[in-house]
């Protein structure tokens, strides 16, 4: 990233435009100069991938265009925790895996809470393993048939669903409806063990690769892992060179982002949910890397259950910190006389 783009994104943070008068309006200005950054002209073969869900069609890559427009999508600036992802029973809209079609997007709350999302692409990683099978895998089922309607009001390219055993399928990238989320679980069958590191790499090395191509246009992501249990294989290291990749490259603090999920109690799995999210700079061993990781360890009381509403809230409020700590990042270089 060139210096003027971060100093414009300061500027914009902290109310140095005339444009724009001191307050709620000054992060509107940041998001507006965020998207304005990340947006590109629409072409045909974008419109042309938005038609259609079928099986047949043509798989679409996880980076896609930006969408346009400048509403701010943040809640109060001084609220840095996200609420919980559970709640003590699901949401009265929230459907059941016999009845896709009434999930619903709960829009006045999507309306003004989750712009945010039509500036990323959403993806996510499901644990499918044998242990997942049963009430985790309809809770985690219904939890994305709430989520797609929401993503899809924001992002017309829908979301992409990515499974840690089952074989990736373009049937699965671009889902736009909770019907598709529906067909989607009741095709894959849990089983086999629980590989996150390998499948985040999978994701992560070529997108990062997009990036460095093409970083103008390459849209930012959030990746939402919902597992119930402890990788079988390494994690630290993708993520680790993924942040170490991106911090090289000066990508913004919000271009990709990480999210675990913990269904059931596991304990060893909430242990190590929680290092991956307070440890990973020190397991590095190479001073400062950027904080791309959020895990949500299981907290809650018996019969808590994982929702749709409950995980974008934990990322909005993800990606609202990282904005936050980009601004002050920008203030303290200001202050040292860096721009």
Same mark, same amino acid.
């Given at each position: 990233m ?11 943070i ?16 940041m998001?507006?100069?965020?998207k304005?950054k ?5 072409s ?5 991938a ?6 047949q069609r ?7 265009? @930006? !969408?346009?427009? #400048? %509403?701010?999508?943040?809640r109060?600036?001084? +609220?840095?925790d $996200? &609420?919980? *992802?559970? =709640? /003590?029973?699901? @949401? !009265?809209?929230? #459907? %059941? ?6 999930? +619903?997007?709960? $829009? &006045?709350? *999507?309306d =003004? /809470?989750?712009?945010f ?5 959403t993806i996510?990683?499901?644990d499918?393993?044998g ?6 895998? /309809? ?8 989520i797609?309607?929401i993503?899809?009001q ?10 840690l055993?089952h ?7 671009n889902?736009?409806?909770a019907?598709t ?15 996150t ?6 994701i992560?090395k070529p997108?990062?690769r ?8 390459t ?13 079988s294989?390494?994690?630290e ?10 911090d090289?490259?000066d ?12 269904v059931?109690r ?5 242990k190590?949910?929680k290092?991956?999210d307070?440890?990973?700079?020190e ?26 509403d409950?995980?974008l809230?934990v ?25």
């Open positions: 060139s210096v003027s783009a971060p100093t414009r994104l300061f500027d914009a902290h109310g140095r435009s005339e444009e724009f008068p001191a307050g709620q309006a000054n992060r509107g200005s998001f507006g100069n965020l304005s990340l947006s590109t002209k629409k045909g073969k974008e419109a042309a938005n038609t259609s869900n079928h099986p043509q798989s679409m890559p996880a980076t896609r265009r @930006p !969408a346009s427009g #400048t %509403t701010n999508p943040f109060d600036p001084d +609220t840095r $996200a &609420p919980p *992802a559970y =709640s /003590a029973a699901p @949401p !009265a809209t929230t #459907t %059941t895996a016999s009845s896709p079609s009434n999930a +619903t997007s709960q $829009a &006045p709350e *999507a =003004s /809470a989750y712009t999302l039509s500036t990323f692409d996510f990683l499901i499918d393993s242990s997942m099978a049963g009430s985790r895998w /309809a809770e985690t089922s219904r939890a994305l048939q709430t797609t309607p993503c899809t924001h992002d017309k390219d829908g979301i992409d669903i990515y499974f055993n074989p990736d399928s373009s049937f699965a990238h889902v736009t409806s019907s989320v529906h067909e989607i679980f009741s095709t894959v069958r849990p089983g086999g063990g629980t590989p590191g390998q499948k985040l790499n999978g992560l997108y990062i997009r990036y460095e191509a093409a970083p103008e246009t849209k930012p992501i959030n990746i939402i892992c919902i597992t119930d249990g402890e990788p294989d390494d994690v290291s993708p993520l680790i060179s993924a942040a170490k990749k991106l090289k490259l990508a913004p603090a919000w271009q990709v982002g990480v999210q675990f999920f913990q059931g596991d304990a060893e799995a909430s190590h949910l290092m991956l307070d440890e990973l700079a397991i590095a061993g190479e001073g400062e890397l950027r904080d791309m990781v959020d895990t949500v360890p299981f907290r809650g009381a018996e019969g808590a259950t994982l929702t749709g409950g995980i809230k990322v909005l409020g993800a990606v609202t910190r990282r904005l936050d700590r980009r601004s002050k990042e920008l203030h303290r270089s200001t202050n040292n006389g860096y721009f």
